[in-house]
């Protein structure tokens, strides 16, 4: 009950609220009838600002990312701008920026930011606030980097051909930064989602790059896309990049890979090792192989249905010889707690024609994934027995017919199922009070399934453990030349080509195209692929020069030693320093402060301060 108080005091409360509430409406009233004005004065300080706004000249500053600075030394040294001027038609007296300066801004931008890609159209407004005359040696306005200059070289560039461009200025990274020539060659292919129409790859008599559906990598089955094939060596250096249609097969592009080594190398191929995942193994690629007299050398892994499923044959076999080798930690970082370790079986095998290794390699890392699979499979079983069994059955054989059935559906499974048929019986009357001749009551008989046991089924278990840790390894390389650890620790640096992928497909390098022109995507995939030569090299050449260091590098983050740093890594640490132009005067500026961590990053990347 609200007491006389306590109503007094609500009804004061709402009289204060309907005062306010009329005051701010009389207030807004005058507002209106009223021109705003602000009531706070200028400071001293800011009127002496205000005042040099009237000053007819203001100085310019500008600001250029230092890592802009290293990418242009690093584009010099692959003699960038001579091949694509030297192979792109253009015009001196037409053109007032040479094809190889229109590229380098493209190659430039996904260097800008770390969080966004940069559009063509948008690469006039990213150069905002640079030193155009730093970056690109003339006196250079935005404007001459206009979306039309840049299509129109894209243009020239598909017309000089794209991939034959790429593979000359990667040829210059083994020469010109003196890089050990590698002859392990990692090959894999990538999807990339379009955005757009592009109608001109659906007229009649269309033979150019096909931007259409295909296998989607990127999980977007429902887009349309281009796929694009690589090359790269050992340490992850790009040697060859094509664009492709958006339903090339992987294994159709690898085939056409071999060829062009084979072209390119001709008979000194047979000293190159060529590495791909399963999709190079079939009978075509495999005759390609030995078409030449000297036959270029491979390692994949094997498919379960290749060759009457001759890898399924050879993990039966060398788990019934039991004659593993151990071969111990096979991977870059072997002081990793969590690295595997492996055991090897090798089998001699003639395929058609032809004799290979057949490589069954076994980890150690299996047994957590067989028990998680087995409990993935325990609940799945369950969730599945509420679900098919919810309602009783009216009679036995139904209940049967359906335990039947389910069994059926999990007779692969990893557990023994084991269910039974509960008889539940209700009597039920007639409502009301009982009368003279009440009629006896019915008996209702109802069947509920039950699950009673679910046990491992020791051979699926085991089959499905060997399945997990054994794969099977194919090659033409004879065992005297290379024993099983070293084919692993082959095929296990594919991962180098998938960074390069993960890379290539980021939001700052291409994570979708936009162009609507398929010989317009091809140009700028190949420019795109430059921008990751940088990144690669300078990943590369720092972790070389890391490892000639007498004691480690405290140059990371929080003074910790710089090891095995990646190109993001490194991107991050140059993010802290940036060239400052004031007039003609250039200014290094450091938001750490430490200007011998920048002098010390130069020095691994092969640069010196002086010459910057």
């Not at 000053?55 to 500008?62: I, L, M, N, R």
């Not at 980097?145 to 299509?151: K, V």
């Not at 010989?519 to 690669?536: F, G, K, Q, T, Y």
């Not at 940036?578 to 020095?603: F, M, P, Q, R, W």
Request: charged residues 30%.
């Amino acid at each position: 009950m609200i007491t006389t108080s306590n109503g007094f005091f609500v009804k004061v409360f709402f009289n204060n609220i309907f005062q306010i509430i009329s005051y701010m409406k009389k207030t807004d009233q005058k507002a209106k009838t009223k021109k705003l004005s602000p009531s706070a004065k200028g400071t001293k300080n800011f009127k002496k600002i205000s005042h040099l706004l009237n000053a007819k000249t203001f100085s310019q500053k500008t600001e250029t990312p230092f890592v802009l600075i290293v990418c242009r030394e690093f584009l010099d040294i692959l003699g960038f701008d001579e091949i694509i001027n030297d192979n792109v038609r253009w015009d001196k007296d037409q053109w007032s920026v040479s094809p190889a300066t229109l590229a380098r801004s493209i190659i430039l931008t996904p260097f800008l930011r770390n969080d966004k890609r940069c559009p063509l159209y948008r690469i006039e407004e990213a150069l905002e606030g640079l030193d155009l005359k730093l970056l690109f040696g003339g006196n250079y306005l935005r404007t001459d980097f206009n979306d039309d200059h840049l299509a129109k070289l894209l243009d020239r560039i598909a017309e000089a051909g794209s991939t034959g461009l790429f593979s000359r200025i990667a040829a210059n990274s083994y020469v010109n930064f003196k890089i050990p020539v590698s002859h392990i060659l990692h090959a894999d292919t990538t999807s990339h989602v379009f955005y757009g129409e592009c109608k001109v790859c659906e007229q009649e008599g269309y033979e150019g790059l096909n931007v259409t559906h295909g296998h989607s990598k990127d999980k977007h089955p429902e887009m349309k896309q281009i796929m694009t094939g690589m090359l790269v060596d050992e340490y992850g250096i790009p040697v060859y990049e094509q664009t492709l249609d958006g339903n090339t097969a992987d294994s159709t592009w690898f085939k056409s890979a071999i060829q062009y080594l084979q072209g390119l190398f001709g008979d000194s191929c047979g000293g190159y090792t060529f590495i791909a995942d399963s999709k190079l193994v079939n009978k075509k690629n495999i005759e390609i192989i030995y078409g030449d007299k000297d036959p270029i050398r491979f390692i994949s892994h094997c498919p379960s249905n290749f060759n009457s499923k001759i890898a399924e044959k050879a993990i039966k076999k060398a788990y019934l010889l039991n004659d593993w080798e151990y071969l111990g930690i096979c991977c870059e970082d072997e002081k990793s707690k969590r690295a595997a370790r492996y055991d090897a079986q090798g089998f001699v095998k003639t395929i058609y024609k032809n004799k290979l290794r057949l490589v069954v390699i076994k980890g150690d890392d299996a047994e957590s994934k067989v028990k998680k699979s087995i409990e993935k499979e325990k609940q799945a079983i369950v969730d599945d027995v509420k679900k098919s069994f919810k309602e009783p059955f009216s009679c036995e054989p139904d209940a049967e017919k359906e335990i039947g059935a389910f069994l059926k559906k999990h007779k692969n499974s990893l557990l023994d199922i084991k269910l039974s048929v509960e008889k539940i019986v209700t009597e039920k009357r007639s409502r009301g009070r009982p009368s003279k001749d009440q009629k006896p009551p019915t008996i209702i008989e109802k069947f509920v399934v039950k699950l009673d046991k679910l046990t491992e089924n020791e051979k699926r278990v085991e089959e499905y453990k060997q399945d997990k840790e054994s794969f099977v390894l194919i090659t033409n390389i004879p065992a005297d030349e290379k024993n099983n650890k070293q084919i692993l620790q082959d095929y296990k640096k594919q991962r180098v080509i998938e960074a390069n992928f993960e890379e290539l497909k980021k939001p700052t390098m291409v994570s979708t195209i936009f162009l609507e022109k398929p010989e317009r995507i091809d140009a700028l995939m190949m420019l795109l692929h430059v921008s990751l030569l940088i990144r690669v090299l300078m990943r590369v050449i720092t972790r070389m020069n890391l490892k000639n260091e007498n004691e480690p590098s405290l140059i990371d983050f929080a003074g910790r030693p710089l090891v095995n740093p990646t190109a993001d890594k490194l991107l991050r640490l140059f993010s802290l320093h940036s060239v400052v132009t004031v007039g003609d005067e250039h200014i290094i500026y450091s938001k750490s402060g430490k200007a011998d961590h920048l002098c010390k990053l130069l020095e691994l990347l092969g640069l010196h301060s002086e010459t910057g």
